[in-house]
């Protein structure tokens, strides 16, 4: 599976979008873009996925350019809930989710 | 649905003990995942079965360790016997089938003093 490279660590203010950046620039035509998040203490938890189109559920949305090689976040109003621990992962066809180190989303009042 | 559901959340043991963690999948879901998570190696996946077979142990770190789905509702890690580097987080994850969505349970916190 293609590596991703996330930044450590970004803020945000409460009630403003939160855009996290990922790099997957080795990822494959038929590899997916998972993203994750851990908030303190708990079990990681299913955001949203994507393969070619941007993606928009009830708690993010996803952008992925047209090259597939990066894409983005969104947390449209951030909370101090959001604090949390993002992981990019890009997946294939098979089981393996691998998680890096993330990005730290500190959701300041 | 309850979402997958592990016990005992916080486990404490001593050195030499045998430790035994639960999970319980989402109904439905025919793959289950017993993830380990340490600040030093980060999340990594242990074991992943299917239809209540193993299929990729590697990321077992010794024999100590062992894991059993004996039907498809229920699940077991067993460490026996513990050592103190076993310390860790350990998430348990199903999905619908194996390339599907995960979904965690909230962990047992593993401590072997």
């Known amino acids: 599976d293609a590596k991703t490279t996330q930044p450590p660590s970004m803020d945000c203010a409460e009630g403003r979008a939160a855009n996290l950046p990922c790099n997957h620039s080795t990822i494959s035509g038929n590899e997916y873009v998972y993203w994750y998040r851990q908030i303190h203490s708990q079990g990681p938890q299913y955001i949203i996925h994507?393969?070619?189109n941007n993606e928009t559920n009830e708690m993010a949305s996803l952008i992925i350019t047209e090259d597939r090689k990066s894409s983005t976040l969104i947390l449209p109003h951030a909370t101090l809930r959001d604090t949390a621990v993002y992981y990019c992962i890009v997946r294939g066809s098979n089981y393996k989710l691998t998680f890096g180190k993330g990005t730290l989303l500190t959701v300041n009042p | 649905d309850a979402g997958v559901i592990q016990s005992p959340r916080h486990e404490v043991t001593e050195m030499g003990q045998e430790v035994t963690l639960r999970c319980k999948p989402i109904s439905g879901h025919n793959s289950l995942f017993w993830y380990r998570q340490t600040m030093m190696r980060g999340l990594e996946l242990l074991i992943y079965?299917?239809?209540?077979?193993?299929?990729?142990d590697s990321g077992m770190p010794e024999d100590r360790f062992s894991a059993k789905m004996p039907n498809a509702s229920f699940s077991t890690l067993k460490i026996q016997p513990s050592e103190p580097r076993d310390s860790a987080v350990y998430f348990c994850a199903s999905s619908l089938q194996g390339p599907d969505t995960q979904y965690f349970g909230p962990g047992t916190r593993l401590t072997v003093l």
């Open positions: 994507g393969l070619k």
């Open positions: 079965f299917n239809n209540n077979v193993p299929i990729d």
